[in-house]
């Protein structure tokens, strides 16, 4: 099984700032990552497949880069609607599908 | 709009079953690969199975193979999970997803609302 570990857990931020959150693979998933996005209560959200590509109606201020087994996700300008917890998912697996542990933004 | 509407949840007991319906609307339910994904209290996700288009096709998660059966119907554009000898470590709210693509490359564009599952002892 591959092993997702997102740091940091926990990531306090203000509204207008830069957040980088990553996403360390075991073992190579080539560029088989997504990103989801879930708020209290309610389903996750895709925001990156492709470890760099935009889902439909996604902000541009989100954007995914990396490869193998270093991926990043970054939000250029965090606005309040972005304060959520994020999961990183492996797809090259499958259907060993694994998520991240999950990162929280909090402000 | 596409939309998931899951139900079926509740609580029973440890060893007995209990069977989820994921309804989908705004799209063609035949075109696209469908998952189970679930996720504990306060917990992470945790991917459990994915149906091919035609329902021919299915892979499970290790913890659930052999208790749980993902089936699907076209014709009234339904997804399911039969769970057999349920456990508590099964606890957990359930998501019905649409796979992106016919194919099924597991990524995740549309979620349900969630069904929660709750296994007592």
């Known amino acids: 099984e591959i092993i997702l570990t997102q740091s940091p857990a926990t990531l306090p931020v203000s509204p207008g700032e830069r957040a980088t959150l990553s996403c360390r693979a075991s073992q190579s998933v080539r560029s088989y990552l997504a990103w989801y996005q879930q708020k209290p209560g309610q389903a996750p959200r895709l925001l990156i497949y492709g470890a760099s590509n935009r889902a439909t109606g996604i902000p541009a201020r989100f954007s995914g880069s990396g490869s193998g087994t270093d991926f990043t996700l970054t939000i250029s300008s965090l606005q309040s609607e972005d304060f959520a917890v994020y999961y990183c998912?492996?797809?090259?697996?499958?259907?060993?599908?694994?998520f991240g542990q999950g990162t929280r933004l909090e402000i | 709009q596409v939309q998931l509407v899951e139900s079926g949840g509740g609580v029973v007991q440890s060893g007995r079953s209990l069977r989820l319906s994921c309804a989908a609307s705004g799209f063609s339910f035949s075109r696209n690969a469908m998952h189970w994904v679930r996720q504990a209290p306060g917990q992470g996700l945790e991917w459990v199975a994915v149906i091919s288009v035609d329902g021919r096709d299915y892979h499970y998660t290790d913890s659930v193979k052999g208790r749980f059966t993902i089936a699907r119907d076209n014709s009234k554009s339904t997804l399911y999970l039969q769970m057999n000898s349920l456990r508590d470590e099964d606890t957990a709210v359930y998501y019905c997803a649409r796979d992106t693509s016919a194919s099924a490359n597991y990524y995740f564009d549309f979620w349900g609302q969630g069904t929660l599952v709750t296994v007592s002892s």
């Open positions: 998912q492996q797809c090259s697996d499958w259907p060993r599908i694994t």
